[in-house]
């Protein structure tokens, strides 16, 4: 494998796992799924976004940290070029807030969150234990956000401290816009790797012939699976038709609509 195939196809790599986690997260996080009038709902809803937001800090900084690996595919465009920058940008607080929260939570931390929020030891925290949670996370947060700071000892990214309760829309509407910067640049690099990519067949790779003839017997199986059972053809065809295809047969159902016979073509006729 050459070098330059190499570097497309663990790059595309990267691409779908970032992807794949930051929507993933974010799906969950922006989700609203709890009723407003519903105060303990509510409460819950604040702790889980607070604990869904370290998880999705975590494939942002990766996207940070691949930026420079994905430079190559930007220096020929300007617009993609200024959507790494500002990635960057906005990604440096990703990292800092990951570190504060997700990677280290130091004693000096702690102490901040107790400071800031006297409410974490409030009298009705001792029984109610969404309460406090929802004011240990509430701290956390503020104590990542306003740490973050210039050299003029503001805060970088807002240009004044926050109040998470108070302000956390202005955080949301940044991490929002972040994300989706972040999935619209690695949907433009995925296209413009993708046609670069050369994929294989099973037959031109270092496989033996035992595990081919096990790709083989894993096709049947299905088939035949599906045949006795055609409720499962959504899920098994699918990995079926990958298989074949490597082989450089392409399967087709045909007859009525449901039916679960195949005629296989071949590419190489």
């Not at 370290?54 to 930026?67: A, Q």
């Not at 309760?165 to 296209?191: C, G, M, W």
């Not at 035992?210 to 006795?228: G, M, P, W």
Request: charged letters at 30%; aromatic letters at 12%.
């Amino acid at each position: 494998m050459s070098i330059e195939n190499k570097k497309h196809k663990r790059d595309f790599l990267g691409t779908v796992i970032f992807l794949k986690e930051i929507k993933f997260f974010s799906d969950h996080l922006f989700k609203e799924q709890y009723k407003l009038n519903d105060a303990v709902a509510m409460l819950q809803k604040h702790i889980d976004n607070q604990i869904y937001l370290k998880y999705d800090f975590i494939p942002l900084n990766l996207l940070r940290e691949s930026l420079d690996s994905f430079s190559i595919y930007c220096k020929d465009d300007p617009e993609l070029t200024a959507q790494s920058k500002k990635l960057k940008k906005d990604l440096d607080f990703v990292n800092h807030l990951r570190n504060k929260v997700g990677a280290h939570l130091s004693d000096e931390a702690m102490d901040k969150m107790i400071q800031w929020n006297p409410d974490i030891y409030n009298e009705n925290a001792r029984t109610n234990t969404a309460v406090q949670e929802y004011q240990i996370y509430r701290a956390m947060m503020d104590v990542a956000i306003n740490s973050y700071l210039d050299d003029k000892g503001r805060q970088k990214q807002f240009g004044t401290e926050i109040d998470f309760k108070l302000e956390s829309k202005t955080f949301y509407i940044y991490l929002l816009n972040t994300v989706r910067l972040a999935i619209r640049f690695l949907e433009e690099i995925q296209n413009i790797i993708r046609p670069n990519i050369k994929y294989i067949k099973v037959s031109e790779s270092a496989l033996s012939k035992e595990e081919r003839s096990d790709y083989l017997k894993e096709a049947i199986r299905i088939a035949l699976e599906i045949e006795n059972d055609p409720s499962k053809r959504e899920n098994l065809f699918p990995r079926m038709t990958e298989i074949l295809v490597m082989f450089g047969i392409e399967p087709e159902p045909y007859g009525e609509a449901g039916h679960t016979d195949f005629r296989f073509k071949t590419k190489h006729r």
